[in-house]
């Protein structure tokens, strides 16, 4: 089993975790309309309304959500500034990082033929786990994950295996992202945004709302924890992922490659489906992806289980989902509680399950997160606390 030490988030619900739990615990969605970036579009999204100053990297927004949860995470478990004196590996997850901030370069080069090149150097600089790495003087490996919705659990998962097999002692693992021009644009076109504020797992759901923020956990072998004196009840237990290998931006109507992700985490994590408390789905709101994964889920764990999305707090961070929802899991075992699932009002017959309609209390020892992904990414995470 790998320790989880340290854990920090950012996004719409909070600057860190405890302002995230008090919207949680309030029930409070702070979504409006985009500040960020002019558009015309008027889909409501989740932004992350602070980054403190000293977090602040001018046009490279995804780096400082990033700073601040890693920050918070390393803070949390007991660690510096400075790991130049330990092995500690990076790993994240992120689909816009830096790279979507280059539109203006690209209109003023087709305009005039020139364009100044400060883009192009954010562009370089913009690699989200090497960025991290060099500011905090790791000793280990890194890695950026860019593999869609699932980025930040799948970057998860390759931290699990590296500290596994002895690449590293410590791992910062997660995902970040900024809210952007380019996925609104995109995710607009493809008609799956919500004009209303998202419903996961409703009948009358129209769509999902964009959001933006950071996850990150701080994972640990035991021997590196026990050598710094730091105790932890909380564990990643297992990782599973699979490709449905049917369509570019659907999931498989079966939800093969899900169900497949969740029974390898299981078994990675030696566990049983009725050990499971409670899951953390991935539940965007999008017609196709609530109903498949509200199927499989029923399937593999049964019409009982306690599920939620939390991406009514959030919205969809992309990239950040699984880190952010791996931190939320987490923090839900060890404080014994998890949100309502916001938006939720009305049950559809096509789902066998219903999500939590109230701040509802968890008495078991593991939880499963799940992510859903273009290009039929699948992943899925046990947590565990011991």
Known sequence: MIAITG???????GG?????????????????EVTLF????RYPVFEAKHIPDEFFLEGRRTLSLALIAVDEALRS???????????????LGTTVACQLNDIDFYKAYRDSGSAPMSPVDRYLKGNIAEYISRRFKAQGPSLTVVNACSSGTDAIGVALSWLNNGLC???IAGGADELNRVPLCGFGSLGIMSMDLC????????GLNLGEGAGVVVLETNESAQKRGVISDLYLMGYGSSGDAYHLTAPHPEGAGLRISIKKALADAGIGHREVSFVNAHGTATPDNDLVEGN???????????????????GHTLGAAGGLEAVFAAVGLREGWIPANAGFENKDDAIPLIPVREKTAIDGRYA????????????????GRI
């Open 7 to 13: 854990f920090g988030a950012i996004s719409a619900a």
């Open 169 to 171: 002692d410590i791992a």
């Open 296 to 314: 499989v889920l029923a399937d593999v764990f049964g019409k009982d289980l306690k599920m939620l999305s939390t991406k009514g707090f959030t």
């Open 199 to 206: 419903a996961p797992f409703d009948r009358d759901r129209k």
């Open 368 to 383: 499963v997160s799940t992510s859903l992904a273009f290009g039929g990414n699948n992943a899925a995470i046990v947590i």
């Open 38 to 41: 002019d558009t015309s579009l």
């Open 77 to 91: 478990a007991g660690l510096g500034d400075d790991l130049s004196g330990l092995r500690v590996g990076v790993c």
């Open 16 to 32: 860190n975790v405890a302002e995230t739990l008090d919207a949680f615990s309030l029930a409070k969605r702070n979504a409006g």
